[in-house]
């Protein structure tokens, strides 16, 4: 019986092909299969895309597409309503689930406790193989709530969401490259629990780009509006807000390669990362289908 869980995945004309498949096999290779794929269409994609989807028509998988992009925050605000299920899936187009992430997630999730469940990421350049970062955050409640007051407090990559409870915090709000943050602090706000699972639930895209988004020039005014929308919430107060706006601009303005160590200091785990590096190879080299090419002749899956 598949799980009551609708994975949403959205995806844009700037996502490959190839990545797109990949993201979207490691959801159907699951070893606890979720109810229900919704892939949203933000906007034209690549033809290879839709061709795919084509192929992979059935039962499990929804599609949902929008005429224009407009980036995840709003396609994310529309899709969640249309999900079958309540219990929510984040899922990037050029990342891959871990095999058993869903069986390790469900028994959390399933008790009802909890707005949002997440985990570890590791994060990866070019091949998944090539592993060059585990990302952990606190696990319990309590951490969870005292770390919002400085940084987003799950990997969005790695949530399960509660729907309901995101309808009744507003729904995801626009605030540039921070519309995970943003909910999670009002979720927290508004008195829901959030969890996070000491495991690594996906391996995370993580190319150079990534520091390039870290050092946009928008992040300022970004940074400005989470801060004060941390004070309005009464998580914080002014001078806690004013002290991390400047702390974490001091932080971008790093020169490039400090900036990729002070990284690392904050979420690298040495003596967690073998083990997890250990089982990905083991996958890659077993041909574990969410990461093989498709066969032309193979049946959809």
């Known amino acids: 019986m598949a799980l009551p869980i609708t994975c949403i995945l959205p995806v844009y004309i700037g996502v490959d092909t190839d990545e797109f498949t990949r993201a979207y096999r490691s959801i159907a290779h699951q070893t606890a299969q979720p109810d229900e794929i919704l892939v949203v269409l933000d906007g034209p994609v690549q033809d290879g895309v839709e061709s795919f989807l084509d192929a992979h028509a059935g039962p499990q998988l929804t599609v949902v597409r929008f005429e224009e992009n407009r980036g995840v925050a709003e396609a994310m605000n529309d899709a969640l309503p249309l999900a079958r299920n309540r219990w929510v899936a984040r899922h990037d187009a050029d990342d891959i689930m871990m095999p058993d992430r869903l069986e390790k997630q469900w028994p959390v999730v399933s008790k009802g406790e909890y707005a949002a469940v997440g985990g570890a990421i590791l994060e990866f350049e070019g091949a998944p193989d090539h592993v060059v970062r585990v990302r952990r955050l606190p696990s319990e409640p309590e951490e969870i709530a005292s770390y919002v ?17 995101v309808a009744d915090v507003g729904g995801i709000r626009n605030v540039l490259f921070m519309e995970d943050y943003d909910l999670f602090a009002r979720l927290i706000a508004a008195g829901y629990s959030l969890r996070s699972l000491d495991e690594v639930l996906t391996l995370q895209h993580a190319p150079e780009s990534m520091f390039d988004r870290r050092t946009d020039p928008r992040l300022a005014s970004a940074e400005k509006t989470m801060q004060l929308n941390l004070v309005s919430l009464g998580l914080i107060g002014r001078p806690r807000a004013l002290f991390n706006y400047v702390a974490r601009q001091l932080f971008r303005s790093l020169p490039r390669p400090l900036l990729k160590l002070a990284y690392s200091a904050l979420f690298h785990r040495p003596a967690a990362l073998d083990e997890p590096i250990t089982e990905v190879r083991g996958w890659l080299a077993q041909d574990w289908p969410g990461f093989a090419p498709e066969p032309q002749d193979s049946p959809a899956v």
């Not at 799950?154 to 509660?162: A, E, K, R, S």
């Open 149 to 165: 007051k400085i940084n987003s407090p799950l990997n969005n990559p790695t949530v399960i969401l509660d729907k309901d409870a």
